[in-house]
């Protein structure tokens, strides 16, 4: 059996064990975006098997197109999600609709991205489709590692907590997103259709397996216990955060009052 | 070669970052109470801010005489350092209990961001501007906050484990 059968059915196999520990720890409910983006990629890959045996290069090949379109809208989707999710202990501070402004933000720096991928070299012996194929295969993989960049540098700032779940799904992805970066820019250095460059491809296809593997285990694993917080702890926080309120009102008049007296000068 | 070399030492700095934040995230979620407190930063102390620091909440100085006092950007750091550890004792409460008021903890996860973000404008327009009015006026925002919640603490304390007030004053 090639090794790119193998890789897919493996693939396939890993995708249907996650999405059933998806269901069973009932983290579908907190990440939607995420179950339904491997719910696709199990329809997908099992789609393209039958599709390819099936179904002229030609015709195979606007399915394939398609389907890339389906996967990176699903993908923005999972970085919204997890962007959103991320965010959940400050939700309160922030406006309702907040979650508008983060797909926004994340957009936007998709359409920076576009450009900056357009400046690296494509391989050569590209077709005009290739071309657009691979900048958006290109795109989505910066993207991916940019939007990971930036939540971990404003976590790590703002001293923002990760559930262990959502690190899980991050990690995988965040892995994932390097390993088709790193493919992507060696790509871009290769002639496609040669041996090279299709090794790179099931090199990509391996660390896709890996992440799956690995949210596999961690799903499988159970999440650690709660640590012992005793009422004296509980009093400590009520203490901590009891006067917050009054102390930002006495805050802000402090802030009126300069501006007041700005106002007289 | 150089664009190549670029690229390749820019993904292996993109990994070894988020392997490394990767690390602490998970550090932080298995911590302990007991580290958390012992996290708390004392090589800068906000007593100089107020008579009764620790005692009780509130500024005693205008938001001059608290930027001279607070040495600028050598206690903003540390009021950056210990808000976040107060964000990490939330977190800590919201994932170990379900007793604690939902309420609380986001006031004290608002309070202790609102620190930090003030402590980060002030130290970005210090890095142009120097000590101007809106430094100090962010500065001053950040240390009355932070009075209140450390006098809060030993409040706690000495309600509940006294023993620790003589080593909690002394580290702050």
């Known amino acids: 059996m090639a090794p790119d059968t193998i890789l897919s059915y493996c693939g396939m196999a890993a995708e249907a064990g996650l999405i059933l520990l998806l269901i069973k720890t009932r983290v579908f409910r907190l990440l939607a975006a995420f179950f339904i983006y491997v719910c696709w990629s199990l329809i997908n890959d099992l789609a393209s098997i039958f599709f390819l045996q099936s179904l002229p290069v030609a015709t195979y090949f606007k399915i394939y197109e398609i389907g890339m379109v389906v996967d990176s809208t699903l993908m923005f989707a999972v970085l919204v999600e997890l962007g959103w999710s991320v965010l959940r202990p400050i939700r309160g501070s922030l406006p309702r609709h907040a979650w508008i402004g983060l797909a926004i933000l994340i957009a936007l720096a998709g359409l920076l991205v576009w450009p900056l991928a357009k400046l690296t070299p494509l391989p050569a012996n590209l077709t005009y489709q290739g071309r657009d194929f691979f900048l958006l295969q290109q795109t989505f993989a910066i993207l991916r590692v940019v939007v990971f960049l930036a939540m971990a540098g404003c976590s790590q700032l703002l001293s923002i907590g990760w559930r262990n779940r959502e690190l899980q799904v991050a990690t995988g992805l965040g892995f994932f997103s390097l390993a088709s970066l790193a493919v992507a820019i060696a790509h871009t250095h290769q002639l496609p259709g040669t041996p090279q460059y299709h090794r790179l491809d099931e090199l990509a296809s391996l660390g896709y397996l890996g992440s799956l593997t690995y949210w596999v285990v961690s799903f499988t694993t159970k999440e650690a216990e709660r640590q012992k917080f005793s009422p004296q702890m509980e009093n400590f926080l009520l203490l901590i955060g009891g006067t917050a309120k009054a102390n930002r009102v006495a805050l802000m008049d402090i802030q009126v009052t300069k501006t007041r007296r700005k106002d007289h000068r | ?172």
């Open chain 2, 1 to 172: 070669m150089i664009l190549t070399l670029l690229q390749i030492a820019s993904v292996l700095g993109i990994t070894l970052y988020l392997g490394h934040w990767r690390n602490r995230v998970r550090r932080r979620n298995t911590q302990s109470w007991d580290a958390l407190l012992g996290r708390l930063r004392p090589d800068w102390s906000a007593r100089e801010l107020s008579n009764d620091f620790l005692w009780k909440e509130g500024v005693s100085a205008t938001p001059e005489e608290a930027w001279k006092r607070m040495e600028g950007p050598r206690g903003l750091m540390v009021m950056f350092k210990n808000a976040g550890v107060m964000l990490e004792m939330a977190d800590f409460a919201a994932k170990n209990s379900e007793n604690v008021d939902r309420v609380i903890l986001e006031t004290l996860r608002s309070d202790a961001m609102h620190i930090r973000m003030c402590v980060l404008m002030a130290l970005g327009q210090y890095a142009f501007t120097q000590a101007s009015e809106g430094v100090r006026v962010n500065a001053y925002r950040a240390a009355s906050m932070y009075t209140g919640m450390a006098a809060r603490m030993t409040r706690l304390l000495q309600e509940h484990a006294a023993v620790m007030v003589p080593d909690f004053v002394a580290a702050m």
